[in-house]
């Protein structure tokens, strides 16, 4: 299992991948477009956030399959550990299936139905990204959709990784988690919702408090 951050933002990379078991990030041409930066760019800067660890993910912007591997090798070349994001279409199953055979790593993207999964990893991706909130808000239900997904690449290529996205809420997030072999790759603000809980807080505060008042010191060492 692993957790990615979904986004452009420098300093929360910075931020979080300190803070967090972060393995990675992710963009998408929405994410990077609000950077105002591109790819060229930007991915150095997040190769230099994440301190030189961790896989990085970028998508292309072509239509079609000989643009979209032209594209891919390219942006391959910026950074190191780097993930080319392929739309699942038909052109982008051609796209992934070169770009197997050219030592390059996918990862299908736009990912909304059972078949567009199984079919990216049989063509040679190395994670399917399937839309949890999208496909609950569109058509069906986006955790069930990531079982299923599960289940065919446990059977059919074990080598192809799972990487739910689009997600609004942490529990849409400990859902997906709770599947077998399930990664996720959240956004900033869910990142910080998961590791937030006011009740948490007032419990600390209360240990703090009983301590002090007995031994009026913050501290648990016994003094000299």
Not at 5 to 27: A, C, M, N, R
Not at 145 to 172: M, R, W
Not at 184 to 211: G, L, R, S
Request: a negative charge.
């Amino acid at each position: 299992m692993t957790i990615y951050l979904d986004t452009s933002d420098i300093e929360q990379i910075k931020i979080l991948s300190d803070l967090l078991p972060i393995s990675g990030v992710t963009t998408n041409p929405t994410i990077v477009a609000r950077s105002g930066e591109k790819l060229n760019t930007l991915l150095p800067k997040i190769r230099d956030a994440l301190g030189n660890n961790g896989l990085i993910f970028g998508q292309v912007i072509s239509n079609n399959a000989d643009s979209m591997i032209e594209e891919a090798i390219k942006l391959n070349k910026i950074v190191d550990n780097f993930v080319v994001k392929i739309p699942v279409t038909l052109q982008g199953v051609k796209a992934i299936k070169s770009l197997k055979n050219e030592g390059v790593k996918t990862l299908g993207t736009v990912i909304y139905t059972p078949q567009q999964g199984i079919i990216a990893a049989l063509a040679g991706a190395s994670f399917v990204a399937p839309y949890i909130n999208r496909i609950d808000m569109l058509t069906g239900n986006g955790i069930e959709t990531v079982n299923t997904i599960s289940q065919l690449l446990a059977h059919h290529t074990q080598s192809c990784q799972l990487l739910g996205a689009s997600f609004k809420n942490v529990k849409q997030v400990i859902d997906c988690l709770s599947i077998n072999n399930a990664n996720v790759t959240i956004p900033v603000e869910i990142a910080y919702q998961m590791m937030t809980n006011p009740c948490v807080d007032e419990a600390i505060n209360q240990f703090q408090c009983d301590w002090t008042n007995t031994f009026n010191s913050h501290s648990p060492a016994p003094t000299q």
